[in-house]
């Protein structure tokens, strides 16, 4: 080797990023990386959105139950409940996605938000015409209309967040968020 540095590409204990496009540019390329991880970064707002399209799942749960346990469905109605389950186990498993800062977990909240805000609105005023309150049904289209909103302005910061992350893994830097 004729440079007076010695040969670390073999070495498994070397600095770590030593081997990014543009590290022999020292501070630019520090500086690249720091932009893009702040980038990456979780923000609140999509937080809040994760938190409330959790929140209405958890509604649904509660909803379902309580349904199974106050109501004796027949013919098609008996099929609500199950639907109101898998609707509930829907916007909790997104949810848990939107925190991850999933773009594609964004719009299926907005989506999710959207068909809650409808069906549980109707199943609401059906059981109230035949008599029946809850209180968890009159507060799950709220709920899911917070989410919806929160939902929709969530989708530009996963979006940066998702690019950031892309940016960041071509650096070499790994990012599981």
């Known amino acids: 080797m004729s440079s007076s540095q010695p040969d670390t590409s073999s070495n498994p204990f070397r600095p770590p990023n030593t081997d ?96 809650v805000i409808v069906g549980v609105a109707i199943w609401f005023f059906m059981a109230a015409s035949s008599g029946i309150l809850s209180l968890i049904a009159l507060l799950t289209p709220i709920v899911a209309i917070l989410s919806a909103v929160f939902a929709g302005i969530a989708i530009g910061p996963c979006q940066r967040s998702a690019r950031a992350r892309q940016q960041l893994m071509e650096h070499g830097v790994p990012t599981d968020l």
């Open 20 to 115: 990014l496009p543009g590290a022999d540019h020292g501070v630019a390329a520090d500086a690249d990386v720091d932009s893009l991880l702040s980038a990456a970064k979780k923000s609140g707002m999509v937080m809040a959105a994760a938190a409330l399209l959790a929140c209405v799942g958890a509604l649904l749960l509660l909803s379902t139950v309580q349904t199974w346990d106050a109501m004796s469905l027949r013919g098609s109605y008996r099929f609500v409940p199950y639907g109101m389950l898998v609707l509930g186990l829907a916007c909790a498993f997104t949810g848990l996605h939107l925190y991850r800062h999933r773009p594609w977990a964004a719009v299926f909240g907005l989506v999710l938000s959207l068909i």
